[in-house]
């Protein structure tokens, strides 16, 4: 990973994974690995990592914190996750992105330029606010703006921010059922 601004990196893995059936979904497995570790090892350049969500045993050492109030969705966790870290960059994402690699989010952070953030596209072409990198400044006081951050929509939050995205990508997909992890590229 040559070219990368330091960077920092708030993981979310807090939530209730409902469509699996209240399965952690962090912890499942594709390829022998789980998806919180394949996150993990795809921003292991990152200066420091907070996994937002309940502690597991995970492939490296990170810090570990709760959203306030726990389950309180995730601008409540990427509020708690900002508390780590001083780089001048953040990457943001969730835990279930099997496809990241290193090359990726050297990628996010990279091609941040001029704007407050830069983010991936999933293969529908959706915006992936939960696979970006955002200028610490202004996700900070986008966040700031909010007087309470539990239930709210991260869109809405991240409103404000000037974003340029990708072109559509598999990094940039999420896992949100069983059929994601059967079809890894949909349509082949």
């Known amino acids: 990973m040559t070219g990368a601004a330091p960077f920092d990196v708030i993981v979310l893995a807090g939530g209730a ?6 399965v952690d979904k962090a912890m499942l497995v594709l390829e022998g690995v789980s998806l919180l570790d394949r996150v993990l090892e795809a921003t292991i ?37 900002l508390a780590f870290g001083t780089a001048p960059v953040v990457v943001l994402v969730s835990c279930d992105l099997p496809w990241l690699t290193k ?15 830069y983010g991936l596209r999933d293969l529908g072409g959706r915006e992936q606010p939960l696979v970006a990198a955002y200028r610490r400044e202004a996700l900070t006081a986008a966040f700031q703006a ?20 990708s072109e559509p990508t598999q990094a940039g997909r999420d896992v949100d059922t069983w059929a994601d992890l059967d079809d890894p590229i949909p349509g082949e």
Request: charged fraction near 25%.
């Open 146 to 165: 909010r007087q309470d951050p539990r239930d709210q929509p991260l869109r809405t939050t991240l409103a404000g921010l000037t974003m340029h995205w």
């Open 17 to 22: 994974s409902r469509r699996f059936g209240g």
């Open 45 to 81: 350049a990152a200066e420091s990592t907070v996994v937002v969500g309940p502690r597991r045993v995970t492939s490296r050492a990170v810090n570990w914190t709760r959203e306030d109030p726990p389950s309180g969705g995730p601008v409540a966790g990427v509020a708690a996750g």
């Open 103 to 117: 090359d990726d989010v050297t990628t996010l952070v990279d091609g941040i330029g001029e704007y407050d953030g």
